[in-house]
């Protein structure tokens, strides 16, 4: 992506490497300890700092075998729950979202002792009202879409798991994990691919369920102005056909070898759609190359969403900066 025009949104979005390069791994042992010591966690927040932050926290966990449950839901849901027997982590940009800052003082009134806040505003209500809190250190946000912060944050989540296993690995990564997230993020994308995304009456986003697809889906609509859907893993293959149409687009986010001819069959021959991968390996579609690399894979292939969507709006002509109606904060208290 290129900064034509002095776009803050860009300009944000090309922070995140260093962030990732200077990032303080250290800063949630305290946390860890205690989710380690309680072995039940519930991460609740609302929009971007939720999506990646808590469902990539939950995916690593089980891929890496932690012996902690974890969950996540929004914090309307969660006042619904008993999480007297959880650790309890809130995040929220803005430090005043009203669905979050209400779960959280539910929790204290009931003597709730481990609530921890995760903001990007010091002073706000969830920092000065939490038990801890931990704010993020890349500085305020211009842009409407979040994009450096929901990084960052998700990268605090991930620095819980590492504290968890005492495991350095990511620690020690950092620098050449910066240097693949300025390369994704300034590799020029092929145009076949802008055109296709933008001409697109509708884009359909599959992938796992940690918060990659699902947080792309959220920034098209952002981005784009496009309308979006992003669908679970291969539930994308079990019926949304009827509802496609050729002028659409379905972007796979590391799609399964064992579904290539379905995918082909279903969206290319059937529907006359474009499909279009973001894989770390070759695929029969036209595909954007993601980097793996452990305890990164999962930011490195959102910000290669974040390219395709950025050079897409720019195609566009969309004021990424100032959309018509959506806001910083969705639900401020």
């Known amino acids: 992506m290129k900064n034509e025009g002095n776009v803050a949104l860009i300009s944000e979005m ?66 619904e729950y008993d999480l007297s027997k959880h650790v309890v982590l809130l995040g929220s940009n803005s430090g ?37 809190a931990i704010n993020f250190s890349g500085g305020k946000e211009n842009a409407v879409a979040a994009s450096k912060s929901v990084i960052e944050h998700a990268l605090t989540y991930q620095s819980i798991l590492c504290n968890m296993m005492a495991c350095g690995t990511c620690a020690s990564s950092k620098a050449k994990a910066g240097d693949l997230a300025e390369a994704v993020l300034t590799t020029d994308i092929d145009q076949r691919i802008v055109d296709r995304m933008a001409g ?60 290539y001819d379905k995918m082909q069959q279903i969206f290319v021959k059937n529907v006359g759609a474009e499909v279009i991968a973001i894989s770390s390996k070759d695929t029969p579609f036209r595909t954007v190359k993601t980097p793996l690399l452990d305890g990164y894979s999962n930011f490195l292939a959102l910000m290669v969403g974040w390219n395709m969507l950025i050079q897409t709006g720019q195609k566009l002509g969309v004021n990424l900066d100032k959309p018509n109606r959506a806001r910083k904060v969705g639900n401020a208290i």
């Open 14 to 79: 090309m922070e995140t490497p260093d962030i990732i390069r200077n990032f303080d791994f250290s800063k949630t042992a305290g946390v860890a300890k205690r989710i380690l010591e309680k072995k039940r966690v519930f991460i609740s927040g609302e929009g971007s700092s939720r999506i990646l932050p808590a469902k990539n926290f939950i995916s690593e966990a089980l891929r890496l075998g932690v012996d902690v449950f974890a969950a996540t839901d929004g914090s309307y849901q969660g006042c």
């Open 96 to 132: 005043q979202t009203k669905e979050t800052i209400t779960l959280m003082r539910k929790l204290l009134k009931e003597g709730h002792k481990d609530v921890y806040a995760f903001t990007n505003t010091p002073g706000s209500v969830l920092d000065s009202e939490s038990h801890g």
């Open 200 to 259: 697109a009456r509708m884009l359909f986003i599959a992938g796992r369920n940690n918060g990659v697809a699902e947080e792309m889906a959220l920034k098209t609509t952002e981005i784009t102005r496009k309308p979006a859907v992003y669908l679970e893993g291969t539930i994308v293959l079990h019926g949304y056909e009827e509802i496609m149409s050729k002028d659409d687009v379905v972007i796979f986010i590391e799609p399964y070898e064992t579904e």
